[in-house]
């Protein structure tokens, strides 16, 4: 799991769904939500939550694309597994991890200290915890 540290930025309701916007070393992410936990508010600090499987990783793209989370990273670590392969993702001070599988690492022909483009769904991104500010 990867832990990144945010501030709520802005929070959007209806019914029972949420979108909430939070401020990332000066990048937007979004995070949609049925349930928000107790105590969150704009301007709050969060400690993010994201499965290292629901990390895309794009290279060299093109054209818009429907996923609202785009940060520019830099492959720190690269292991190719038989068929799976773990990246360690370098984001100003924090660290993403994300899992591909190993042909598709290959084919983007990935390798250590390559600036990738880390791709979240706004449905992937999790709230652990509210921060005391």
Do not use: C
């Not at 979004?30 to 709050?44: A, C, F, T, Y």
């Amino acid at each position: 799991m990867s832990n990144l540290v945010a501030k709520v930025s802005k929070i959007s309701s209806n019914q029972n769904l949420n979108i909430v916007e939070f401020d990332f070393l000066d990048t937007t992410l979004k995070m949609m939500s049925l349930d928000l936990p107790k105590g969150i508010s704009i301007g709050k600090s969060v400690e993010l939550l994201i499965k290292p499987t629901n990390v895309i990783i794009a290279k060299g793209v093109l054209g818009e694309i429907s996923l609202s989370n785009r940060i520019f990273a830099t492959i720190q670590s690269l292991e190719n597994g038989e068929l799976l392969s773990s990246m360690k993702l370098k984001i100003g001070s924090y660290y993403l991890e994300s899992i591909i599988t190993k042909s598709s690492s290959q084919k983007m022909n990935l390798k250590k200290g390559d600036e990738i483009l880390a791709l979240i769904k706004a449905s992937d991104l999790s709230i652990l915890r509210v921060l005391n500010d």
